[in-house]
């Protein structure tokens, strides 16, 4: 991709294989899908948006906050969950809510592994945590000034934490 800048990020760094996966379920807010998209660009992580959606794919808020990087994005939409788990069927994934009791760092990330994230209003469905409770993890915050992180950035700090843990060491 070409810059408007000569400060070009070279860091060595090794991408993992298989790729992880960002799973946005219900997303609501444009921008915030848009930042995640552009993570996903950055990242060569796999993004799947669980309908229903509360825009739509083609919104100009959407493009705007992923800029030019759509075309460096593997997106894929499925209608619901069960369709994503059946169609992708991941080894491992793991849903983040604010009522997890287990700490994201406390999760052994692995190549592959799928980070699930629900709508900025209601978070995953009680149903869907209910179904896996062994999967759900947490990102600290004080209680006592929010409530929970913005989307993109929970993504970002849980996909930041993956990818940190699978570097190879020494």
């Known amino acids: 991709m070409k810059t408007g800048h000569s400060r070009i990020n070279t860091l060595p760094f090794r991408w993992p294989e298989p790729p992880f996966h960002i799973v946005l379920v219900n997303p609501e807010i ?8 552009r993570l996903c660009a950055a990242t060569g992580t796999v993004l799947h948006l669980v309908e229903p959606l509360g825009f739509k794919i083609t919104d100009a808020a959407l493009k705007r906050a992923g800029l030019d990087y759509w075309k460096s994005v ?6 619901d969950f069960d369709a994503f788990l059946a169609r992708e069927q991941p080894a491992r994934f793991f849903l983040f809510s604010t009522g997890g009791r287990r700490s994201y760092l ?5 190549p592959g592994d799928a980070l699930v994230f629900g709508c900025e209003t209601r978070g995953l469905p009680d149903a869907l945590l209910a ?3 062994g999967n759900v993890l947490g990102i600290p915050v004080r209680p006592e000034h929010v409530r929970s992180l913005n989307l993109s950035t929970a993504a970002g700090i849980a996909l930041y934490e993956a990818l940190r843990q699978v570097q190879p060491t020494g």
């Open 30 to 37: 444009p921008p915030n899908t848009g930042n995640i998209a």
């Open 106 to 110: 406390e999760a052994g990330f692995r």
């Open 131 to 133: 179904r896996y409770p």
């Open 74 to 79: 593997d997106i894929r939409t499925h209608p």
